[in-house]
């Protein structure tokens, strides 16, 4: 049999960069082991772990931004079985007191992994949520280009030859991308020639992305079926929203145990803020805004189709509150809903 490591457990904590890591080494009591510093890639993951390691046994350790600069430095920890933490930067008490520096940030998150006080296990993305967000990103960069496309179009016509403004008149769209694009090569010698060039180029390139985002659509949906056919059965809950939801939860639900912490996840939590004889919650303004937006929409969707929300919205209406307040309360609900569907199952 294999001796146990007696050595004392340490607490590991990272402040991501871009190019480099700054890592720092607590004990047992919260004193400074030592920092040091590391190339953010593999070999320097390796060196990272192994400088760690070399102070004790590593018990867990906490990196900020686990699912930006830290996210390759998480996946190399995790996949050595070192429980990771995802930690937030110092606020700015402690800064103003401590000073800003890489090691200092380094050390409060150590600190942090350590008393594990405003921390939680890190998201995971290797999987159909990672798939999911590179997905939803290239799809949001070229609804964006086309958005502007279309705008150039729209005010490249304002300005146009008559004839080209009665030509075009009253189309919209996709239909006015294709006729300007029908338009190349038309009259390239005339005057308006170059405004025809101009219409014609800023038109494809709308085509184009058009296809694009459709192409990115179709791909979104067909992962979110395989990933999550629950989520789309529930009413309301389209292939985007349900990809912001699989993407909030990350390719390891199980780590959100209760579907209040879902809830508080999405931004959809009251937050208690009662203080001497008043007694009361305001908004939550934290949490993922993206699936704060996912349930949203659902929300809405729900509010124009389904008789159970539209019945639940005119009793709430009855008795005195508003729409804002009732959407609120429906979002809690639809939070709850989806925690029991996707979330639940895997926390087994």
Not at 18 to 29: I, P, R
Not at 60 to 89: D, F, I, K, Q
Request: charged letters at 25%; a positive charge; aromatic letters at 4%.
């Amino acid at each position: 049999m294999m001796a146990e490591d007696t050595r004392p457990a340490v607490y590991g904590g990272v402040d991501t960069h871009a190019d480099v890591h700054v890592a720092a080494a607590v004990d047992q009591a919260g004193r400074v082991l030592g920092t040091a510093s590391f190339p953010a890639c593999e070999r320097g993951y390796a060196e990272l772990l192994g400088w760690l390691r070399g102070h004790g046994v590593l018990a867990r350790a906490g990196v900020e931004g686990t699912g930006s600069y830290g996210a390759g430095l998480a996946r190399h920890l995790a996949a050595a079985g070192v429980p990771v933490l995802e930690v937030t930067r110092p606020d700015r008490q402690r800064r103003r007191r401590y000073g800003k520096s890489d090691p200092v940030d380094a050390v409060s998150a150590a600190v942090t992994a350590l008393r594990l006080e405003d921390c939680g296990t890190a998201k995971a993305d290797d999987g159909p949520a990672g798939e999911l967000r590179a997905l939803r990103a290239a799809r949001r960069g070229a609804l964006k280009a086309r958005t502007q496309a279309m705008n150039q179009l729209t005010g490249l016509l304002v300005s146009a030859p008559g004839l080209i403004r009665v030509r075009l008149d009253g189309l919209r769209g996709k239909k006015l991308a294709a006729a300007c694009a029908a338009l190349a090569g038309s009259a390239p010698d005339e005057p308006a020639g170059g405004t025809v060039t101009a219409l014609a180029s800023i038109a494809g390139r709308w085509l184009g992305l058009d296809a694009e985002g459709a192409s990115l659509d179709a791909a979104m949906t067909a992962l979110v079926t395989r990933a999550a056919a629950a989520l789309l059965a529930k009413a309301g809950a389209g292939p985007q929203s349900a990809a912001a939801l699989i993407i909030t939860a990350g390719d390891n639900p199980a780590r959100i145990r209760r579907e209040s912490s879902l809830a508080a996840l999405c931004g959809v939590s009251p937050v208690d803020c009662s203080s001497g004889r008043q007694q009361r919650h305001r908004l939550n303004q934290g949490g993922d805004r993206q699936a704060n937006s996912a349930l949203w929409r659902i929300v809405q969707s729900r509010l124009q189709y389904d008789p159970r929300t539209q019945a639940y919205l005119d009793k709430r209406t009855r008795e005195g509150k508003t729409r804002k307040e009732i959407v609120r309360s429906l979002k809690r609900y639809v939070a709850r809903e989806i925690w029991k569907a996707y979330i639940r199952p895997a926390t087994g």
